[in-house]
């Protein structure tokens, strides 16, 4: 039946995610190699993609949903039927999938189940009443509320304020476009691509189509990363002929920029796996200025002190929600809180080796000001010997909006706003620029 492998693989995935906290990625790519998802045409790969991600994104609109319409909660055993419902709803609701095909492929999906097949009329029932209602309902949810965990809504309203806090998480409810840093002409690339060129630089595409077949990317001229993220790499200056490390540096966004703008560049993770994707991505982009080392920094000791360190901590991601709509699922109040004391760990070690008067940048793509301003108000306030240098907003496209009073770099998810030419928003991210006392 056309469509339902992707539907069953779809359900197959998000019960992955949301029973086993799988993360999405981890998930899509430990069954890119299985058949049935090798035997799905690449449109249906995405389509696939696109119900997880949507049901992801809009769980808390589609289990209220779920409550409004089902009578009495469903027993533990039926997991399976609430898997199906919420792959049924995110189509009804969200993708642009017509409603009777939604309704008889969940239903169908239902019946192959051996324990799930006595909900079969349920499933029939709750999404027909869905498709009839589906205008009224949706007019009468707060979609920004419902799909936030309210740990981060209150964390944001604190941090930002009630106002950027709901404009947080309105940005959440749609798909990131697709950015690409370039090595150069970023306006011939938009051109050639059919984006538009955004006031940081980056080229802005309305996303969809397989990357390694758009014009560019065999031959090394550009790379995918959010416009936010390729901002702190900046924040270093004239990096030409320098040594940089690139701490935390993979897959190597980040790594490719500070190569590409001439340092000589050493990038340390701690994960062999990601650094191979360093390799292939540096060898595409014919970056040969690059030294990668696998380690971990908590107990790594370079030989030499560099003129400028980059340092893009592990954190909880919560600034790329955009993308990964499962990091509100898999994330808590205390994977901050252990990531703040692993960030804090790792700032003072790796700032030991900055040489005098040179710029150490941190950055972390969280929300979380626990893993941004805070840890920078800490390191200062007990007395390392850096002074902030703060951010220039003509270092960053003229985005004066993104710059705290205290001069670091925060982007918040609604900043760049949609034009007529491009699809608005960017990844949260937070870069404190410090330099080294003389002496
Ligand atoms: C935010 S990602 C880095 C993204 C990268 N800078 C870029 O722009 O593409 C964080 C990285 O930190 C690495 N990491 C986590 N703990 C580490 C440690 N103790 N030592 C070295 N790397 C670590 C992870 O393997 C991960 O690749």
Redesign the pocket.
Known sequence: MPGLAARRLATDILAKIVEKNRPLDMEFDSRSTTPAFRNLAPKDRAFVRAMVSTALRRLGQIDDVLRRLIEKPLPDKADRVVDILRVGVAQILFLDVPDHAAVSLSVTLTDEDRIAKAWKGLVNGVLRTLARRKDEILADQDAAALNTPEWLFESWTAAYGPERARAIAEAHLTEAALDLTVKSDPARWAAALGGAVLPTGSVRLAGGGAIDKLEGFLEGEWWV?DAA?AL??RLLGDVKGRQVA????????????LAAAGAEVTA????PE??ER?KQNMGRLRLPNVRVVA??????TPKESFDAI?L????S?TGTIRRHPDVMLLKSPEDVATLAA?QKR?LERVSAWVKPGGALVY???SLQPEEGEAQIEAFLAAGAPFRRLPVRPEEIGGLAQAITLAGDLRTLPFHLPATDAQPGGCDGFFAARLIRNES
Request: charged share 20%; proline share 8%.
């Open positions: 990363q993220a702190p790499a690139d701490l935390c540096a993979a897959p190597g966004g980040k790594t490719a920029e340390v993770d701690l994960s990601r650094l360093v380690a971990d920094l908590e107990t790594w980059l893009d901590a592990p954190c991601a692993l790792l950055c972390t793509c």
